[in-house]
């Protein structure tokens, strides 16, 4: 088992930042493909950004580019989302996914461990 708890999610204004961080537990950090997804209200559960667990290769999704930055810390067992350019369109509960030395980034069903999620509002 995989535990996954997420944080730094909150209220910020458009065109702020945020870095959310996500602390795992219980199984080798470094074997597990780390990602990011977020779901508004209303929608359905999307990718965002993942980083192999060799931490040699990132994606994120296209209307991300340039603004959010994956990046993990295998030292201390956590995966980080830096987000620049916030928009109010990113309101969302953000959460990290774990997959077993994974390729499959984007496929949400590829991830066996998820966290609970930290709610991220950006206001207009």
């Known amino acids: 088992q995989v535990q996954l708890v997420e944080s730094g999610g909150e209220l910020v204004q458009a065109g702020g930042s945020l870095r959310l961080s996500c602390a795992a537990s219980?199984?080798?950090?470094?074997?597990?493909?780390m990602g990011w997804f977020r779901q508004a209200p209303g929608k359905e559960r999307e990718f965002v950004a993942a980083i192999r667990w060799s931490g040699d290769y990132t994606s994120c999704t296209n209307s991300v580019k340039g603004r959010f930055t994956i990046s993990r810390d295998n030292a201390k067992n956590t995966v980080y989302l830096q987000m620049n350019g916030l928009k109010p369109e990113y309101t969302a509960l953000y959460y990290c996914?774990?997959?077993?030395?994974?390729?499959?980034?984007?496929?949400?069903?590829?991830?066996?461990?998820w966290g609970q999620g930290t709610q991220v509002t950006v206001s207009s």
């Open positions: 219980g199984r080798p950090f470094s074997d597990y493909t």
């Open positions: 996914a774990a997959q077993w030395r994974g390729a499959s980034y984007s496929a949400a069903d590829k991830y066996a461990y």
